[in-house]
């Protein structure tokens, strides 16, 4: 297939018949497929380049330094999360081995002002756990932002693609309960396990996903209507996106969340990645936009918390 990119720069300064024909796009792709690659983001290169640099230092630690910023019991959302300990395909009902894969998490930067429920607080406004690297934490932040300020504009783009006014998901986005997320992948020697991946098939939860591979790495696939499996392109100076399960519900399936994985073979290099995981608001109530009766309403966060919870090991 001929994989779909979109100039976000390039929608927003369109008009008129060119502004709806890239938008007519963008409807046509979710639909499709549900995974585009972003060119045209003004993310500036010096925050991306901070940021591989940042956690190329975090991941090449020893295990031992690493675990100084483990999640201190199990169920905490942030910090480092080691091997073993997460099957993605199991959110799916598979029963797969552990994922070949660790990483590092980070939540939102700041709680918001009477963010009451303690769930909330309990599952998404725990502190980030900070390693002891020096630049770690600003070039975290500064890439962090930039995401959430991306996922922002792309929103806008979909409200359009949706026929909805621009500011649209605005008042459910106020204050997102996104996570970052950077996955090392180790090299593999040997084969996998029988079932085994670098990431398990899934799909994503919320609304959308902004990932940033390394340039000209390899292994993220998508599952086609088919049931084949196609790789997803890296190209330098760009995102690859998808929506998660939260819009193709907001969208009454309209849009597709599409089941996808970061295949495991012998003899591979080591891989990174950094992986944007945008959420409404926790208090955000989403019923589908056709005013249908497909999807019943739930609230962002309690919807995300469970999505979680079957996934541990």
């Not at 003899?267 to 990645?273: C, E, F, Y």
């Amino acid at each position: 297939m001929n994989f779909p990119v979109f100039d976000l720069a390039a929608f927003e300064v369109a008009t008129g018949a060119d502004r709806a024909a890239r938008a007519a796009d963008i409807d046509r792709i979710c639909r499709e497929t549900g995974f585009l690659v972003l060119t045209g983001h003004g993310v500036p290169a010096s925050v991306i380049a901070d940021q591989w640099r940042a956690v190329a230092r975090f991941f090449a630690q020893s295990p031992e330094t690493k675990q100084a910023v483990a999640a201190p019991y199990k169920g905490y959302p942030y910090g480092y999360l080691g091997p073993n300990a997460e099957a993605l395909a199991r959110s799916k009902g598979q029963n797969t081995p552990p994922d070949l894969k660790e990483s590092f998490n980070g939540g939102p930067l700041t709680v918001p002002d009477g963010a009451a429920d303690p769930d909330a607080h309990a599952f998404c406004y725990q502190p980030t756990l900070w390693p002891e690297l020096e630049g770690f934490e600003p070039a975290w932040r500064n890439y962090y932002a930039a995401m959430e300020a991306l996922a922002a504009r792309a929103m806008e783009a979909f409200a359009v693609a949706l026929g909805l006014p621009a500011q649209y998901f605005a008042p459910y986005i106020g204050q997102p309960i996104s996570a970052l997320r950077a996955l090392n992948y180790p090299a593999t020697v040997d084969g996998p396990l029988a079932d085994q991946q670098r990431a398990g098939a899934h799909t994503d939860y919320g609304s959308l996903t902004i990932l940033l591979p390394q340039t000209g790495s390899r292994g993220l696939e998508i599952q086609s209507p088919d049931g084949t499996w196609v790789e997803v392109p890296t190209p330098p100076d760009a995102f690859v996106i998808n929506i998660g399960d939260l819009m193709a519900r907001w969208t009454a399936d309209r849009w597709t969340s599409t089941l996808h994985r970061v295949v495991a073979r012998a003899g591979q290099p080591a891989r990174q990645s950094l992986a944007f995981f945008h959420q409404p608001d926790w208090d955000a109530v989403i019923t589908p936009l056709d005013g249908s009766t497909a999807y019943p309403p739930v609230k962002s966060g309690p919807y995300l918390m469970d999505k979680f919870r079957s996934t541990g090991t």
